[in-house]
């Protein structure tokens, strides 16, 4: 025990410093024995001591009040994820030079802003999947075919899939759920045009992608978005279906890295990209690439739309936005997609 002095110091610590939390296990391999330690309790700071703490470590507040208001109305720690971008890399939470408060709610009021525009589009693209899924479905399939086993790849991801629904249906207050009749309509679940707006967009595209390759619905509803093949389409819905994801819970999307990366096509029927962010570099993983899928859906789910037209007026407005951070690519307002 004498080399593993960090973990007697430790220890140590513990004993006297008692906290109320559970008591986790920890190994000491030294010893091969397991000793149960109080895990330390973090304190939060106060509001006032909030800003003294951010000002130590370098960041410039030029007023109070208004950072006084972020950190009581947004928070301290959800405002962290924004001012990482103007910290130090080398020395832990120390603020670069000249980082200031009002680039940090620049930042934060940007993504704000932005998950907001995405919402807009992914409801459209979302609204018009389910349509034309049922559209496509239904008339050959029948009322109940989201749980028709014999046009599915995997029954254990369509059982997955039906004890979504179900729970779904279970919480669902509205009418048309309630007055699902099973014995008179011979069906477990209301019909596809009840059932599957009350589906998330995750569920949707998971429903999709376990439908068979030959199927052939599945691809007329891939080349409904212009899509040449289904596994586009497969790809492209999971990407904006986290995409909404993140948006609906509030998460920071603009210096995210997505690790669910779009499936890449080079020839394509609509307005796309001739400059493609490289499958290799850290490009593919960043925003842009996804908000060009966003695009591309949206020429078929909302035609004439005036989604470029408010990410540029977006962009413009947020001037000390880094695009770079964000993926995008040289001269990308000037590829056909963005017109």
Same mark, same amino acid.
């Given at each position: 025990m004498g080399k593993n002095l960090f973990l007697t110091k430790e220890?140590?610590?513990?004993?006297?410093?008692?906290?109320?939390?559970?008591?986790?296990?920890?190994?000491?391999?030294?010893?091969?024995?397991?000793?149960?330690?109080?895990?330390?309790?973090?304190s939060f700071p106060l509001l006032p001591d909030q800003i003294k703490i951010l000002q130590q470590r370098g960041l410039i507040i030029n007023d109070s009040d208004e950072a006084n208001h972020y950190l009581t109305h947004v928070g301290y720690y959800r405002?962290?994820?924004?001012?990482?971008?103007?910290?130090?890399e080398s020395i832990r939470s120390a603020f670069i030079v000249g980082a200031t408060f009002d680039q940090v709610t620049e930042?934060?009021?940007?993504?704000?802003?932005?998950?907001l525009l995405l919402l807009d589009a992914l409801e459209r693209i979302e609204v018009s999947f389910r349509a034309i899924m049922i559209n496509m479905m239904c008339p050959v399939y029948g009322s109940n075919w989201f749980t028709d086993k014999t046009i599915f790849f995997n029954e254990d991801r369509l059982n997955g899939v039906i004890e979504t629904i179900n729970r779904e249906l279970d919480r669902s207050d509205e009418q048309f759920i309630k007055q699902h009749d099973k014995a008179k309509s011979g069906f477990e679940h209301p019909p596809a045009w009840e059932t599957l707006p009350i589906l998330s967009f995750g569920t949707l595209s998971k429903i999709y992608k376990n439908i068979r390759n030959d199927i052939k619905e599945k691809r007329i509803i891939a080349r409904a978005y212009g899509l040449p093949k289904e596994i586009w389409l497969q790809?492209?819905?999971?990407?904006?279906?986290?995409?909404? %994801?993140?948006?609906?819970?509030?998460? =920071?999307?603009?210096?995210?890295? @997505?690790?669910?990366?779009?499936? *890449?096509?080079?020839?394509?029927?609509?307005?796309?990209?001739?400059?493609?962010?490289?499958?290799?570099?850290?490009?593919?993983?960043?925003l842009y690439y996804q908000l060009c899928i966003v695009r591309y859906l949206l020429h078929?789910?909302?035609?004439? %739309?005036?989604?470029?037209?408010?990410? =540029?007026?977006?962009?413009?407005? @947020?001037?000390?936005?880094?695009? *770079?951070?964000?993926?995008?690519?040289?001269?990308?307002?000037?590829?056909?997609?963005w017109q």
């Open positions: 220890w140590a610590y513990i004993c006297v410093n008692r906290t109320r939390r559970a008591s986790r296990k920890i190994s000491v391999p030294e010893a091969g024995h397991f000793f149960y330690m109080n895990s330390i309790e973090r405002l962290a994820d924004y001012w990482q971008f103007f910290q130090k930042l934060y009021n940007f993504d704000r802003e932005l998950r790809s492209w819905m999971q990407v904006v279906s986290i995409l909404r %994801n993140y948006c609906a819970h509030h998460s =920071m999307i603009c210096y995210r890295m @997505y690790l669910s990366r779009p499936r *890449e096509i080079q020839l394509i029927k609509r307005p796309w990209i001739k400059n493609i962010p490289d499958g290799n570099k850290v490009e593919s993983k960043q078929t789910a909302s035609p004439g %739309n005036d989604f470029s037209y408010r990410l =540029m007026e977006l962009l413009v407005r @947020y001037r000390g936005i880094d695009l *770079e951070r964000m993926g995008f690519l040289e001269n990308w307002d000037e590829e056909d997609l």
